[in-house]
């Protein structure tokens, strides 16, 4: 039984990438792979997002964004980090400017490595997104019949289930 009320859309931001994760993730989008098929849509707005997508490393700018980004998402929300430099810092994880991997910065929920990530592993991580979205929702669903239930008729809105 679904919760989720519509297709998750997912947000992709590239953290100092050197591309080659992106146009992996990009491939995933294509006819090969056809990750709509999971009902996927690939979205520029973080407040339609449900899935956070994250390639490349980080630095003190691109902390700024992810945070932002990540801030700006609507809960329940999940975060993948694709490629070798978004899970350690990759290649760059010993240069001055990088704190590391993303989870340096937001929490991570599922991790997709490789340099770049095949296609194949970027669509299995987005399909264990979907499981954690899943559950995450079901569980939204029931802290709100538990609000309900002690308050009678009035509803009270959540802040931070």
Not at 44 to 66: M, Q, W, Y
Request: proline letters at 6%; glycine letters at 8%.
């Amino acid at each position: 039984m679904s919760f989720l009320k519509k297709s998750p859309w997912v947000l992709h931001y590239a953290a100092t990438s050197c591309n080659g994760c992106d146009i992996e993730l990009l491939a995933c989008l294509t006819p090969t792979y056809d990750v709509e098929r999971f009902g996927i849509v690939n979205t520029g707005n973080p407040k339609h997002a449900d899935i956070f997508l994250v390639t490349g490393s980080v630095n003190e700018e691109s902390r700024k964004v992810v945070e932002n980004l990540y801030a700006q998402m609507p809960d329940p929300k999940v975060v993948v980090a694709i490629g070798a430099c978004a899970l350690s810092g990759g290649i760059f994880r010993d240069a001055y400017n990088v704190y590391g991997g993303i989870d340096q910065v937001i929490p991570v929920d599922v991790y997709v490595p490789g340099c770049a990530a095949r296609p194949e592993s970027i669509i299995d991580g987005i399909v264990q997104a979907l499981d954690i979205l899943e559950q995450r929702a079901r569980e939204r669903k029931r802290q709100r019949k538990v609000v309900r239930r002690d308050h009678g008729d009035f509803e009270q809105q959540m802040v931070n289930p």
